[in-house]
């Protein structure tokens, strides 16, 4: 069965420090992969996506993601974040045939200190 | 980005009542989806709808629960009797037409589902 885990649920730190988001999966075929971030309050946005390609994926507001085939990850990056970043971030993959359901990993809690 | 609307946003019921979530998708499309996400608990699939027809449904969708698309616009999730266990926020999902067959998902803002 298809699985995602992302390792770390509980992140702090500092404007401008530098973020990465581990983000692994499990499944045997091809998959698409998304990064979405939830603001407090808000809805799932989407921040970025994989289908195929160049592996290095860059999203909105400054994010990419590197997909490693090899390592089936998916890490979101950005090389500086700010206080707004604040949020919780999901990975998410779905099969590339089917219903393309999707299937989140467990999401992890950004705070950001000003 | 595309809108999906979902209504209410916050439902209370109580155990055993029969609760209807609505979903207004985006337009012309085929596919959705409903999704939920238990308090501290990652989101999970619950049915995916193409066509008008259920396509695949998870074993947390049981004879409890069904999808509609009634008015051919919006689309409901029922929750024939709830329990104190389907507390959760519930998702609405629709992809971006002409998109890789639309494979990037929408979500709506939720509907938050309190059983007493």
């Known amino acids: 069965a298809q699985s995602v885990s992302q390792h770390n649920h509980h992140v702090i730190l500092s404007e401008a420090a530098s973020l990465e988001l581990g983000c692994n999966y499990s499944?045997?075929?091809?998959?698409?992969l998304f990064w979405y971030v939830q603001y407090p309050g808000q809805h799932l946005q989407l921040l970025l996506k994989?289908?195929?390609?160049?592996?290095l994926v860059k999203g909105i507001k400054g994010f990419e993601a590197e997909f490693i085939k090899s390592k089936f990850s998916f890490n979101l990056r950005k090389p500086s974040v700010q206080w707004s970043d604040t949020a919780e971030y999901f990975c998410?993959?779905?099969?590339?045939?089917?219903?393309?359901?999707?299937?989140f990993g467990t999401g992890t809690r950004l705070k950001v200190l000003a | 980005e595309p809108e999906v609307t979902q209504t209410p946003s916050h439902q209370v019921t109580q155990m055993g009542q029969e609760v209807i979530l609505r979903c207004v998708p985006i337009?012309?499309?085929?596919?959705f989806y409903w999704y939920r996400q238990i308090l501290g608990q990652k989101v999970e699939f619950l049915v995916s709808?193409?066509?008008?027809?259920?396509?695949?449904k998870s074993e947390i969708f049981d004879d409890q629960f069904s999808v509609e698309r009634p008015d051919g616009s919006n689309f409901t999730l029922k929750i024939r009797s709830t329990k104190l266990e389907d507390s959760a926020m519930y998702f609405c999902?629709?992809?971006?037409?002409?998109?890789?067959?639309?494979?990037?998902?929408?979500f709506g803002p939720g509907t938050r589902l309190t059983v007493l």
């Open positions: 337009s012309n499309h085929l596919y």
């Open positions: 709808f193409y066509n008008n027809e259920i396509s695949e």
């Open positions: 994989y289908f195929s390609g160049d592996p």
């Open positions: 999902a629709s992809p971006k037409g002409g998109d890789r067959a639309g494979v990037t998902q929408y």
């Open positions: 998410a993959v779905s099969t590339t045939s089917g219903t393309y359901k999707y299937i």
């Open positions: 499944y045997g075929g091809t998959v698409n």
